[in-house]
């Protein structure tokens, strides 16, 4: 780890993929550049903006101007904000917006927006004309660090989210850190959940450095910067050496198998937001190593402490109108998981930045961890 960086300046992370590969791009005010860098890129392209309406209300005309001052032929395409614009529907609008505006092999899909936006556009790109290269332009904190980097792209079926989709890496990746501090709180505190767990599963340093500075990467000082860069580079490395995750990429669930079960017995409604749950599953995936004795109590305290301090929950008294019972929990684990031979696959923890793959855990075990904690009121 290095110091952060002076503000103004910006930090280029390289995603090695051989001939796939990109740069994701990190600074304040970058998107101020993105026509130039897009110029550069790929001269002559023609591009098709896609956005919510939200982030279009905050960011398209700045991003708009940006390309208009490069000459860069743009259209923009701007569909309604949340989880049901990744839906067949949504799909089908976009694929049809992007080809009446007549982008062929060689132009561009822009992807201004969160997790939706990325995962949506990305996946059009990856249809129209068989595939058409898209850059990553993410807004929310929890784009800028996890979902903008790694191709993973895709909709939402009805038998569960993301299930339909394609591996479509972008061409670039524009993190604009400004971009977050018109980012509600509550939504910028779920991406962080996700910071925390590049610390949590590979960095122990990092999560030290969060403890201290946490706060400034709120707030918009020069930690954020460092911080998202810090992100970048794990997943960077993570994604290079398993792209398709047959492997490594897999720590990247910390936190997700108790998280994804929480967040569907929430109904993925505003109720728990995906950070806000996966905050809650690292906590507990801690303190279910801790009570295996893989780790010490004292580490899951301390993970629980830091991740309660930036607001967000950790116990299951915190999720509003209480978490579901000990057995829905499990039918939603297994759901998620396959259950191979009777045992669950689970992330678990030998200490603080020491996460690794469990394929042996005993679905009892968890059943009987999970009664316990939801009987702690
Ligand atoms: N592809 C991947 O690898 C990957 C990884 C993690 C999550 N995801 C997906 O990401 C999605 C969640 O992403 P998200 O949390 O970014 O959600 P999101 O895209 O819905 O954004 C959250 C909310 O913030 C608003 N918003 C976005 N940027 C803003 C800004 N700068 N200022 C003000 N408001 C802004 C949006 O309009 C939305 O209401 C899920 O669909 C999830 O499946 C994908
Ligand atoms: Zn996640």
Partial sequence: ??????????????????????????????LASLGDRIRALR?????????????????????????????????SIVV??????????????????????????????????????????????????????FVQVPTTLLAQVDSSVGGKTGINSRHGKNLIGAFHQPVMVLADTALLD??????????????????????????SWLEANW??????????????????????????RDERETGERALLNLGHTFGHALEAGAGFSDRLLHGEAVALGMALAFEFSARKGLTAAADAERVRAHLAAAGLPT???????????????????????????????????????????????????VRAFLADKLAQR
Avoid: W
Wanted: proline share 5%.
């Fill in 215 to 240: 706060q400034d990467v709120f707030s918009g000082g020069p930690a954020r910067e460092h911080a998202i860069a810090v992100c970048c580079r794990a997943k960077a490395a993570i994604v290079a």
């Fill in 1 to 30: 780890m290095t110091a952060p960086l002076r503000q103004g300046e910006s930090i280029v992370v390289q995603v090695a993929l051989a001939e796939r590969s990109y740069g994701i791009v990190i600074g304040r005010g970058l």
């Fill in 80 to 133: 309604p904000e949340g989880e049901g614009s990744k839906s067949y529907t949504g799909f089908e609008r976009v694929c049809e917006a992007i080809i009446a505006a007549r982008i062929e092999r060689g132009d561009l899909v822009i992807a201004l927006g969160g997790g939706v936006i990325g995962d949506l556009a990305g996946f059009a790109a990856a249809s129209v004309r068989r595939g058409v290269d």
């Fill in 43 to 75: 001269p002559g392209a023609r591009v098709a903006v896609v956005t919510d309406e939200t982030v279009a209300r905050h960011h398209l005309p700045a991003c708009e101007a940006a390309l208009k001052s490069a000459a860069v032929e743009a259209s």
């Fill in 315 to 365: 116990q299951m008294t915190d999720i509003p109108g209480g978490a579901p019972g000990p057995d829905e929990l499990m039918d939603l684990i297994a759901q998620d998981k396959k259950v191979k031979r009777g045992t669950l696959t689970f992330i678990l923890v030998r200490g603080i930045g020491q996460a690794f793959i469990a394929n042996d855990v005993d679905p009892g075990e």
């Fill in 182 to 207: 018109t980012l509600p709180r509550r939504q910028f505190a779920a991406g962080y959940a996700e910071v925390a767990k590049y610390g949590l599963l590979g960095d122990a340093a990092f999560f």
